[in-house]
């Protein structure tokens, strides 16, 4: 040898002048071969326009299989226009106060009815937001958040193919009695679909899922009677889709 290092050399098991050469066992060398091959193979699989194209590779996939998708598919002022859409916690809701939350910011799909879950084609949002108020006789929620590769509309309309299943479980307890019921789209939104439900024999609960471009809201009311959470709703999805439709 010459005494400058070789690659070749150095990782060929056969040469055993090169592990004497270089003053150590196979393993420690076997390891560093290792992570030089690995290093060279990331650095090849770069794009033909020398990005990384995270897209192709399956660590990529992956990640949009769980239901995610990367910052960069969302637009610049999404946060801001989640928080335009929240309901003001001033707002005259049947006397309903707003409740204080210690965790605002959550970000989830659409909606979880029906066992419906994040996955391959059920994307979560980004940047999603929450409010809740409370009365006598009421729980009111709202959650806003944006979405990208797939459309707001799409994430509203995916769920409304969710929604047959009659009842189901979550950690809220026993749903029942789940049909859709009808919601006449107001201006200027994309997607709406609104459907009511038994919570543990004893709520009545209806949902409503509102979508424009990028950002979706889902609005339930939870009262002691289907006619009474009905009506909050529609007080809620008013004040909800003004905010959504706004330039």
């Known amino acids: ?5 070789s690659f070749d050399r150095f990782c060929n098991p056969t040469d055993t002048t090169a592990v004497v050469k270089m003053g150590g066992p196979r393993a420690p060398r076997l390891a560093i071969c290792v992570a ?27 990640f949009w299989d769980q ?18 859409v929240l309901i ?5 809701i049947a006397s309903a106060v707003e409740v204080p939350l210690e965790v605002v910011y959550m970000d989830d799909i659409v909606t979880s009815a029906c066992g419906n879950r994040a996955g391959k084609g059920v994307y979560e949002s980004r940047f999603g937001q929450r409010r809740e108020w409370r009365g006598p006789d009421l729980g009111i929620r709202q959650f806003v958040g944006a979405f990208a590769s797939v459309t707001a509309r799409d994430a509203v309309a995916q769920s409304r193919t969710h929604l047959g299943c009659g009842e189901y479980v979550d950690r809220d307890g026993e749903h029942e009695s789940l049909r859709v019921v009808d919601l006449p789209k107001p201006p200027g939104i994309d997607e709406s679909v609104m459907f009511c439900e038994v919570l543990n024999r004893v709520n009545y609960v209806c949902i409503a899922l509102l979508a424009r471009d990028d950002i979706a809201t889902r609005l339930s009311v939870q009262a002691k009677t289907e006619p009474r959470a009905r009506q909050v709703m529609g007080t809620v999805v008013e004040l909800a889709a003004q905010r959504l439709a706004a330039p």
């Open 36 to 62: 030089a091959a690995a290093l060279f193979a990331t650095s090849c699989a770069a794009s033909s326009d020398g990005t990384a194209g995270p897209s192709r590779s399956p660590q990529a996939s992956k």
């Open 1 to 5: 040898m010459d005494g400058r290092f």
């Open 67 to 84: 239901g995610l998708q990367p910052n960069e598919a969302f637009k610049p002022d999404a946060e801001d226009r989640v928080g335009a």
């Open 88 to 92: 003001g916690p001033k707002a005259d």
